[in-house]
């Protein structure tokens, strides 16, 4: 029997943990137990992002991890190309922590600096717009590789996770060039909104382009959520029978742990939990006013967590309850810096409630923390659109808290799920956001790419 082989193309990959990383790691970690032997290809260099090094070794044996060079085009990057010190967001958090813990003033992990001469960084800037994205740098070198691991490697499979629209690029020339099957995955609706564009009428133009050819010379495409076949349909024509649905999911042994480790906790503490970056566009001041009501006739049991980028997040979150006047929640919040994904499932696992709070914006989209709180189940407090891919897949998940508009009645509401167990979860349809569910529906689609190759 021969063995199956997939490709996966990808800047994003272990040791970051960029929320886009995990979709395609789950299917690096998971295949092999399907029978595939996977190839990874990503980036040398992570510029950007915080760093894991237990993710790696997560992985099996047998998955093989090419990487191909990257250059960012910022000053940085050009400076790090030509020898200068690692300026890399990661390296710069490691040496912050060092002279933290040595005594000395912390240094920041703001990579740019502070000492550029702004009209350099500025022209570094117009150069980088007219382009789709920050990884065209990365093309070149990634198709060189990717070909020759395809052709050392016997590989009839690729799979592209977009953003960035450079992955569309490399998987329409792979499959040109080399006859493989493409499976285009979307993580984003592009075409859809601004935010996913570069300014300017030119490097739009391009990107319309792009994914307009790639919607019709992919052999399937993926999106993870129900949205974009209706999305991608109006803009593109693209039929039901080349879109699969598939959401991403949250990693199995990860749940267990989290469980297990619940049952050794001990607290009469009722934590709500955020997670992920805090928006500057975020203006859910009546969800923070009403937990904020909660938490006085709570004894001081409600505490509020953030989990994410602390020094994003933490002014973020404190002016918008300065602005909401929720003393209670400024003396109950606590700030955590980044945490390894099996962590961050445990205090998921442990809290009462999680927050979405985007407000009446992004409607389309599955959110990266949303994955989460329905694989483990957890009722969600959110604040988003009446019509959205979020409030859908709450509901259908029986985890869903939307508040109305009302203080008093919503605070009575928080009172009522705070206080005692969820009794409304469709615990069959959460399993649907289980990485073995992710994994295995990828598989049925890769399986029946192969059925199709004439090699």
């Known amino acids: 029997m021969k063995i199956k082989k997939v490709l996966l193309v990808t800047p994003y990959f272990a040791p970051q943990t960029h929320a886009a990383m995990f979709r395609v790691y789950k299917l690096a970690r998971y295949l092999p137990k399907l029978g595939y032997q996977v190839h990874v290809l990503t980036v040398d260099t992570n510029y950007l992002y915080n760093e894991d090094d237990s993710l790696l070794k997560q992985l099996p044996e047998g998955v093989v991890i090419h990487t191909a060079k990257y250059t960012e085009p910022t000053l940085r990057g050009l400076k790090m190309k030509l020898g200068g010190e690692d300026r890399t967001f990661a390296a710069l958090k490691r040496k912050a922590a060092d002279d933290s813990a040595q005594g000395n003033a912390p240094s920041s992990p703001n990579p740019m600096g502070s000492s550029h001469k702004r009209g350099l960084v500025q022209r570094l800037k117009l150069w980088m717009a007219n382009r789709p994205d920050r990884y065209w740098t990365w093309y070149k070198h990634a198709l060189a590789k990717a070909t020759s691991v395809i052709q050392t490697h016997n590989i009839d499979v690729v799979y592209t996770t977009t953003a960035p629209y450079t992955t569309l690029r490399l998987g329409m020339a792979l499959q040109s060039e080399l006859g493989v099957k493409w499976v285009a995955d979307y993580r984003d609706p592009l075409g859809y909104s601004e935010r996913f564009s570069q300014p300017g009428a030119k490097v739009q133009a391009e990107e319309k382009r792009i994914v307009k050819a790639a919607m019709r010379k992919a052999d399937h495409v993926v999106g993870l959520a129900r949205s974009y076949e209706y999305i991608f349909s109006d803009l593109y024509q693209l039929s039901s029978n080349r879109f699969t649905f598939i959401p991403t999911g949250a990693d199995d042994a990860y749940i267990e742990a989290a469980h297990a480790k619940l049952a050794e906790r001990s607290t009469t503490d009722i934590t709500v939990l955020f997670v992920g970056e805090f928006l500057d566009e975020y203006d859910s001041n009546h969800v923070f006013r009403a937990l904020d009501q909660a938490g006085l006739q709570l004894d001081g049991r409600l505490k509020l967590k953030v989990i994410g980028r602390r020094e994003v997040n933490q002014h973020r979150v404190e002016r918008l309850l300065n602005s909401a006047c929720c003393d209670y929640l400024k003396l109950h919040c606590e700030f955590i810096d980044h945490i390894p994904q099996a962590q961050l499932y445990e205090e ?108």
Request: a neutral charge; hydrophobic letters at 45%; aromatic letters at 8%.
């Open 348 to 455: 998921i696992a442990a809290a009462q409630a999680c927050l979405l709070i985007p407000g009446n914006s992004l409607w389309w989209t599955n959110f990266a923390k949303l994955v989460d709180y329905i694989a483990l189940q957890k009722t969600v407090i959110a604040d988003v659109p009446l019509i959205s891919e979020a409030r859908l897949e709450l509901t259908k998940a029986g985890l869903g808290v939307f508040l109305g508009g009302d203080l008093i009645e919503d605070t009575t509401e928080l009172l009522k799920i705070l206080e005692r167990p969820n009794q409304r979860v469709n615990k069959n349809y959460c399993q649907l956001y289980l990485a073995s569910s992710q994994v295995a529906a990828f598989a049925k689609v890769f399986d029946q790419q192969l059925e199709h190759v004439g090699r």
